[in-house]
């Protein structure tokens, strides 16, 4: 449908281009595109393991510390708020123009799902459950780790689903504000130079690896909570 609107109406090329003219680009300049690619994509891990990690210990926190809760919660929800676009500038401050900020944008993007799902994950187990485990005097290492986060998993997987695409579209903001290297940087040089095929490129790569990411991170919740396919 894309090709065909650009068929039928011709804008001009620094209006409009069409998928073909974005894969000829990608065809006359592969190693162009893999070498960028392949900056963002490791910014992006880099931020999305970082986001998983401290967004699910931070939402165990808010889950068993209820004094933690009452001003971290709040906290955390005004912080959400906040464009991620404006705090781009703060890491670039602390971690330099480097790798570092970028995958700490990522990250920053990434964080809030996990801490979200995490916390509801864990505060949605079964009454039934904890009853179980006091009756059955479980320490509170065994309820966690054989009750709590067993439940919780589907819900963290759900959020870890979420939140890898928006690392790889943090690891892009990381790069619009100060990259000379990635997929960021090929758009922003596109932008200045009017190059549709080149931009448009680069948007159909960034969509394949937001795709494949997570599908990867799909299959291996599948994998990991197969009880949730049985049980649909």
Known sequence: MWQLVVIIFSPPEYLA??????????????????????????????GFALGTALGILCGAVLHYSPT?????YPALIAIDT?????????????FGFGFESKAFVAMAIAFFPLVINTYDGLSSVPHELQELARINKASPWKKMTKIDFIYAIPSIFSGAKISISLAVGGAVVGEFIAGSKGLGYVILLANSQVDLPSMFAAFIVLAAIALALFFIVDFAGRKLVPWKNHAK
Do not use: M
């Open 68 to 72: 933690v809760r009452s001003f971290l």
């Open 82 to 94: 906040i464009p991620k676009v404006a705090l781009a500038p703060l890491f670039i401050v602390w």
């Open 17 to 46: 281009v069409g998928p073909i003219s974005a894969f000829d680009e990608l065809i006359k300049r592969p190693d162009y595109f893999a070498s960028n690619t392949w900056v963002t994509l490791q910014e992006a891990l880099a």
